[in-house]
């Protein structure tokens, strides 16, 4: 279930309420005339089963209430009510494959927005990884690529164009590109550095690397998991399952691939540095690509099933 709270302008209320009590899969309605004062206006209350929530959302929007008001939504992790469960199992479909549009444009546009810590996170998870491949390390590469925020602007992307946003696909793509550039520039420094100080050498990256060898050498392989990833990614956002994304970050090597090019660029090594750069645009395009399919088929076949609940 979801909780909703609108501040609308008063002249506007009767409307809104209307539109929540035709709104099959509601509840829970509250309304409290004048109760808001910045925007002034009423505040208007509801629980509604998540699949009936992207449905209401854009009503409301049609209605002008996110310009002239305000609309919240939050997840209800726990309600104790008949009226929430008869809600729900009146609302057409299931709650699991409902896509809530402007929740996950919103939630895409905060992980796509280039930020400083946007950066720290990208850069710090590269030099660990940097640090995973000259040792050959396979811990160390699963925790770089758990700590890089990069599915973020991918997912960003996708959704972007899906839902015809070219503002947020520019903002996801900046943040892609920038943050790989800062973040390959800077391992390039700090792998100077390091061998600087003996704690890097070109043997160490030379040298038969069991764990790691694969970073610089893409195969069809690296693109089926990247495409898995992707749309396992996609579904976890979509499903509100965030605790499935950090699987899918430890299993794509994009910023261990980053991270094997700035290394062996440092050494002049050209070779291993063309394969983690194709390792790496692999990985972003299967993520890319299945990730648009996933959101597709998703808004398809929530239609397919809309349509088909309508005729009954």
Same mark, same amino acid.
């Given at each position: 279930?979801?909780? @909703?709270?609108? *501040?609308?302008?008063? /002249?506007?209320?009767?409307?809104?309420?209307?539109? *929540?009590?035709?709104?099959?899969?509601?509840?829970?309605?509250v309304v409290l005339p004048g109760a808001a004062r910045d925007p002034a206006g009423d505040v208007v209350m509801c629980d509604v089963a998540r699949e009936a929530g992207d449905e209401l959302l854009g009503r409301l929007r049609e209605l002008g209430i996110d310009t002239t008001g305000s *609309?919240?939504?939050?997840?209800?992790? @726990?309600? @104790?009510?008949?009226?929430? /469960?008869?809600?729900?199992?009146?609302?057409?479909?299931?709650?699991?494959?409902?896509? @809530?549009?402007?929740?996950?444009?919103?939630?895409?546009?905060?992980? &796509?927005?280039?930020?400083v810590t946007y950066l720290a996170f990208i850069t710090l998870a590269t030099m660990i990884a940097a640090c995973g491949v000259v040792l050959d390390n396979a811990i160390l590469i699963v925790g770089a690529m758990a700590v890089g925020p990069e599915f973020?602007?991918?997912?960003?992307?996708?959704? %972007?164009?899906?839902?015809?946003?070219?503002?947020? %696909?520019?903002?996801?793509? *900046?943040?892609?590109?920038?943050?790989?550039?800062?973040?390959?520039?800077?391992?390039?420094? +700090?792998?100077?550095?390091m061998d600087a100080v003996d704690l890097f050498s070109e043997q160490q990256l030379r040298a038969d690397r069991p764990n790691t060898g694969f970073i610089y050498a893409p195969d069809w +392989? &690296?693109?089926?998991? %990247?495409?898995?990833?992707?749309? %396992?990614?996609?579904?976890?956002?979509?499903s509100a399952k965030s605790g499935a994304l950090v699987g899918v970050a430890i299993s794509v090597t994009t910023i261990p691939a980053a991270a094997n090019a700035a290394v062996a660029l440092s050494y002049g090594d050209t070779k291993q540095t063309w394969g983690s750069t194709e390792q790496l645009l692999l990985n972003l395009l299967g993520i890319i690509v299945a990730g648009t399919a996933t959101l597709l088929l998703q808004k398809w076949l929530w239609s397919r099933q809309r349509q088909g609940v309508g005729k009954l």
């Amino acid at each position: 279930m979801l909780h @909703l709270r609108v *501040i609308t302008p008063s /002249d506007r209320t009767d409307e809104v309420v209307l539109l *929540i009590e035709k709104t099959v899969g509601t509840t829970h309605l509250v309304v409290l005339p004048g109760a808001a004062r910045d925007p002034a206006g009423d505040v208007v209350m509801c629980d509604v089963a998540r699949e009936a929530g992207d449905e209401l959302l854009g009503r409301l929007r049609e209605l002008g209430i996110d310009t002239t008001g305000s *609309i919240a939504v939050e997840s209800i992790d @726990l309600s @104790l009510s008949e009226r929430a /469960d008869q809600a729900e199992a009146d609302a057409p479909g299931e709650g699991a494959d409902a896509v @809530l549009w402007e929740q996950l444009t919103d939630a895409t546009h905060e992980e &796509s927005t280039l930020s400083v810590t946007y950066l720290a996170f990208i850069t710090l998870a590269t030099m660990i990884a940097a640090c995973g491949v000259v040792l050959d390390n396979a811990i160390l590469i699963v925790g770089a690529m758990a700590v890089g925020p990069e599915f973020g602007p991918l997912a960003g992307l996708s959704t %972007a164009i899906v839902r015809r946003r070219p503002r947020l %696909a520019l903002r996801a793509l *900046i943040a892609l590109l920038v943050g790989f550039a800062a973040a390959m520039a800077v391992t390039v420094a +700090f792998s100077l550095f390091m061998d600087a100080v003996d704690l890097f050498s070109e043997q160490q990256l030379r040298a038969d690397r069991p764990n790691t060898g694969f970073i610089y050498a893409p195969d069809w +392989f &690296s693109f089926v998991v %990247a495409v898995l990833a992707g749309i %396992a990614g996609t579904l976890s956002l979509t499903s509100a399952k965030s605790g499935a994304l950090v699987g899918v970050a430890i299993s794509v090597t994009t910023i261990p691939a980053a991270a094997n090019a700035a290394v062996a660029l440092s050494y002049g090594d050209t070779k291993q540095t063309w394969g983690s750069t194709e390792q790496l645009l692999l990985n972003l395009l299967g993520i890319i690509v299945a990730g648009t399919a996933t959101l597709l088929l998703q808004k398809w076949l929530w239609s397919r099933q809309r349509q088909g609940v309508g005729k009954l």
